[in-house]
């Protein structure tokens, strides 16, 4: 926890509105289209360098199916006709280059020639020659870890870039990236409507794409205003989300100048060293003192009681006996008005694995189950978790916002660190037990909490 400051979030400490309604996520569905998906013919969509190979044939059909997206929406939303890329698209393989597979000039065109070996580890569009160019050993080495469907949205990624080519960039790197990914989200949701022809996508896979961003964010710390950057994991997932929730009006909108990010820099070199992490000790201390500092202001101006904190004790692999935290690691009993968490099982591993903002999410979501008790709300079913999910976003954004400055501050990657505790243990049982919600909607839930306040949160009874 090491200081950064950005544009301040709404509906910071103070006053707490309940006029809004929770916001769920809808996740993405088979979807076959009319019939089942069909392979692009090789002939009918031209890729140079190709392969016969499922990779190649995947990519081909989700660039096909961009281009049928953006032959409607384009027009649509930017008021001009759709133009198909000139340069065309590029097949790779980094592990073994035929050069005799490409033109003389390689890959691009006379004004910026690139040679087939420049495109290892890398997929990307060529503003020059208006081409897409990817490395399919890239591809499959995605699709291996993050699942299928992260190689059509590396696809869809590019192809915003694309269609910035047309409707203007705005010349700063991180802004560009994440409209980018607004755009791939548009088309993703498009996909999960069922309207392609040649993709579909599975409830699941939408956990894995936004997993896939873990490995596509900045290195954390790193500077934000470089020409270069594409922005923290929270920044790139969220604009996903835009895209995937609002559509390509979202994308062209609001991406301006006063858009917020949570990428910044690493204020000083150590930090580096150790991820901007508060030691174990530290982390618990602060989150036990600034839980019931932020719900002790909000709750009675949303509730007209005051709130009565609950208490917060770990245990060692055996959960206490409580009525519904059996087999538990994570929870709130109602009881004895105590929040319990496994610090064996749990707490110890998510703030080694992944960072000290974990352990603020891990705590936090079972403490906001007990202000839904308090406020006479429902703690068990699907309703109760997606809230204190989204509560626990509006509490992190306090941190964001630097409200506990006389405890500690918020450093880079620690709003990451919480998507990361959601995508990895918001999913299990002994976490949230009989969850009905998926890694997707959790995240989706976080983020309308940090970005929108506690309105959005369902604390209507």
């Known amino acids: 926890m090491t200081p950064v400051l950005r544009r301040v979030l709404p509906a910071a400490l103070g006053v707490l509105l309940l006029t809004g309604c ?3 996520v809808v996740t993405g569905q088979a979807s076959p289209g009319a019939d089942e998906p069909v392979d692009v013919a090789a002939d009918d969509f031209p890729i140079t360098g190709v392969s016969d190979e499922p990779i190649d ?28 890329l000139e340069g065309g698209y590029f ?20 004004g910026s020639p690139t040679s087939p070996d420049e495109v290892a580890g890398n997929a990307f ?122 559509g390509v009006g979202s994308c062209r909108d609001d991406f ?13 070199p150590e930090d580096f060293a150790s991820q901007g992490n508060a ?26 009681t005051d709130f009565e904190p609950p208490a917060i004790e770990g245990f060692d692999g055996t959960a206490p006996d409580c ?15 105590t929040v319990y968490v496994d610090e064996t099982d749990l707490a110890t591993p998510a703030y080694d694995e992944i960072g000290d903002f974990a352990l603020t999410t891990a705590i936090s979501l079972p403490y906001s189950l007990a202000v839904r008790d308090q406020a006479g709300l429902s703690t068990d079913d699907g309703a109760a978790t997606r809230s204190a999910v989204c509560l626990t976003g509006w509490y992190e954004a306090q941190w964001y916002n630097r409200q506990f400055e006389e405890y500690a501050v918020i450093s880079p990657g620690d709003i990451d660190e919480a998507v990361q505790f959601l995508l990895t243990y918001g999913v299990d049982n002994q976490v949230f037990p009989n969850v009905d919600a998926s890694g997707f909607e959790l995240v989706g839930a976080f983020r309308t909490g940090f970005l929108e306040g506690g309105e959005a949160c369902d604390l209507e009874g």
């Open 22 to 24: 929770a916001t769920e």
């Open 91 to 110: 097949s790779v393989d980094s592990e073994a280059v035929d050069e005799g597979a490409y033109p003389e000039n390689g890959i691009g065109c006379d």
């Open 279 to 304: 030691p174990f000790e530290d982390a618990v201390g602060f989150i036990s003192a600034t839980l019931p500092l932020f719900y002790g202001d909000v709750f009675p101006a949303a509730f007209g």
């Open 125 to 246: 569009y060529d503003p020059t020659c208006d081409l897409i160019a990817y490395d399919r050993a890239l591809l499959e080495e995605l699709a291996t870890d993050y699942g299928r469907f992260l190689v059509p949205v590396v696809m869809a990624h590019e192809f915003g870039h694309a269609m910035q080519g047309r409707f203007g960039f705005s010349e700063r790197g991180i802004q560009d990236e994440t409209q980018a990914d607004c755009l791939a989200g548009a088309w993703t949701s498009w996909v999960a409507g069922g309207a392609a022809e040649h993709v579909s996508i599975r409830t699941p896979e939408l956990d894995d794409v936004v997993r896939g961003f873990l490995l596509l964010r900045d290195d954390v710390g790193s500077d934000p205003d470089d020409t270069q950057a594409h922005g923290s994991y929270f920044d790139r997932v969220s604009a996903f989300y835009d895209g995937f929730d609002g």
């Open 323 to 337: 009525e519904g935290l059996e087999d538990r690691d994570l929870g709130y009993c109602a009881e004895d008005s």
């Open 57 to 84: 044939r995947f990519a081909r059909n989700a660039l096909a199916d961009l281009n049928t997206f953006w032959a409607d929406a384009y027009p649509e939303f930017f008021d001009d006709e759709f133009a198909p």
């Open 256 to 268: 301006g100048s006063d858009r917020l990010f949570t990428a910044a820099e690493f204020e000083r």
